[in-house]
C-alpha cells in the first residue's frame, strides 16, 4: 500500500475510543472485556482502510470483529468510517500481527481474514507474508479447532505459494477458486475489499482460498 504520512494521524489513533491500545491486556478476555458478550471473534489482519471488515461487521452483529492494522495513516480512515457510523461489534488494533499471539490467548479466534496481503516477492522477505507458514503457525496458537482462514488476492504466483505453504503447515484446503467473482458458490456474501475492487476493474481475476487446521492437538 503506497503510504501518505498524514499529519496527525498517530495522534487521532492514540485518542480514538475505537482504538484499543494496549491489546495485550486483553488477551484470553476479548469478549467479556471488550465486547461484553460471549460472542465468536472474527479478525482482519492487514484491513487497510477498513471497508471490508466495516461492511461485515455491519452484517453481522452477533459477531464480534477486531481489525488489525500496521500503520496510523491507513488505519485513521477506518476510525474515520467507525466515527461516522459506530459499531459496537467492531474494534481496531494498531499493531504489527508479527505480535499477535501476545494478544490473543490460545481457541481465542473463531476465523481470519487475509485480504490482498502484502507479497513481499523477494524469497528473503517470504516470512513477512501475512500467510507464510511463519504466520500460519502463530494463527493456529490463537484459532480454535475448526476455525477458519480466508484469503483473498490478485497475485496469482503470491497464490500459488500461499497454497503450498498451508498443507505444509498443517492446514487443509477446503474450497479454493482462481476467479472468485466468475465462480457463483464462493462469491455468495463476497465483501469487496479497496484492493479488490481496484484490481478486478483492472480486469485481474481475484484467487480465494478457505482453510482450516485440523491437526492442532497433534502438532502442539
Ligand atoms: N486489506 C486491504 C484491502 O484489501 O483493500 C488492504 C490491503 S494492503 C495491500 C495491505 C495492508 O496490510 C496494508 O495496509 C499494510 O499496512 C497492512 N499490513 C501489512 N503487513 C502487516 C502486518 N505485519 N501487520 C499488520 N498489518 C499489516
Given at each position: 500500500?503506497?503510504?501518505?504520512?498524514?499529519?496527525?494521524?498517530?495522534?487521532?489513533?492514540?485518542?480514538?475510543?475505537y482504538?484499543?491500545?494496549?491489546?495485550?491486556?486483553?488477551?484470553?478476555?476479548?469478549?467479556?472485556?471488550?465486547?461484553?458478550?460471549?460472542?465468536?471473534?472474527?479478525?482482519?489482519?492487514?484491513?487497510?482502510?477498513?471497508?471490508?471488515?466495516t461492511?461485515?461487521a455491519e452484517?453481522?452483529p452477533?459477531?464480534?470483529f477486531?481489525?488489525?492494522?500496521?500503520?496510523?495513516?491507513?488505519?485513521?480512515?477506518?476510525?474515520?468510517k467507525m466515527?461516522?457510523n459506530e459499531l459496537k461489534n467492531l474494534v481496531?488494533?494498531?499493531?504489527?500481527?508479527?505480535?499477535?499471539?501476545?494478544?490473543?490467548?490460545?481457541?481465542?479466534?473463531?476465523?481470519?481474514?487475509?485480504?490482498?496481503?502484502?507479497?513481499?516477492?523477494?524469497?528473503?522477505?517470504?516470512?513477512?507474508?501475512?500467510?507464510?507458514?511463519?504466520?500460519?503457525?502463530?494463527?493456529?496458537?490463537?484459532?480454535?479447532?475448526?476455525?477458519?482462514?480466508?484469503?483473498?488476492?490478485?497475485?496469482?504466483?503470491?497464490?500459488?505459494?500461499?497454497?503450498?505453504?498451508?498443507?505444509?503447515?498443517?492446514?487443509?484446503?477446503?474450497?479454493?477458486?482462481?476467479?472468485?467473482?466468475?465462480?457463483?458458490?464462493?462469491?455468495?456474501?463476497?465483501?469487496?475489499?479497496?484492493?479488490?475492487?481496484?484490481?478486478?476493474?483492472?480486469?485481474?481475476?481475484?484467487?480465494?482460498?478457505?482453510?482450516?487446521?485440523?491437526?492442532?492437538?497433534?502438532?502442539?
Amino acid at each position: 500500500m503506497r503510504l501518505k504520512n498524514i499529519t496527525g494521524s498517530r495522534e487521532v489513533i492514540a485518542e480514538s475510543v475505537y482504538v484499543i491500545h494496549e491489546p495485550e491486556k486483553q488477551k484470553g478476555n476479548w469478549k467479556k472485556q471488550v465486547f461484553g458478550n460471549d460472542a465468536p471473534i472474527h479478525i482482519e489482519i492487514g484491513m487497510g482502510k477498513g471497508r471490508f471488515i466495516t461492511q461485515l461487521a455491519e452484517q453481522n452483529p452477533d459477531i464480534n470483529f477486531v481489525g488489525i492494522e500496521k500503520y496510523s495513516s491507513v488505519l485513521l480512515r477506518a476510525v474515520q468510517k467507525m466515527e461516522a457510523n459506530e459499531l459496537k461489534n467492531l474494534v481496531f488494533i494498531r499493531m504489527d500481527a508479527e505480535y499477535i499471539t501476545d494478544v490473543f490467548d490460545r481457541d481465542e479466534v473463531d476465523r481470519i481474514y487475509l485480504n490482498f496481503s502484502d507479497p513481499w516477492p523477494k524469497d528473503r522477505h517470504a516470512k513477512r507474508r501475512l500467510m507464510s507458514g511463519n504466520f500460519l503457525d502463530r494463527y493456529r496458537d490463537i484459532i480454535k479447532k475448526d476455525g477458519v482462514v480466508e484469503f483473498k488476492t490478485d497475485n496469482r504466483e503470491l497464490f500459488d505459494y500461499a497454497l503450498l505453504e498451508a498443507p505444509a503447515a498443517g492446514w487443509e484446503i477446503l474450497k479454493k477458486t482462481y476467479d472468485l467473482h466468475n465462480d457463483e458458490y464462493m462469491l455468495k456474501g463476497n465483501i469487496m475489499t479497496e484492493y479488490e475492487e481496484r484490481f478486478s476493474k483492472m480486469g485481474n481475476p481475484i484467487c480465494k482460498y478457505i482453510i482450516r487446521q485440523g491437526e492442532k492437538e497433534d502438532k502442539k
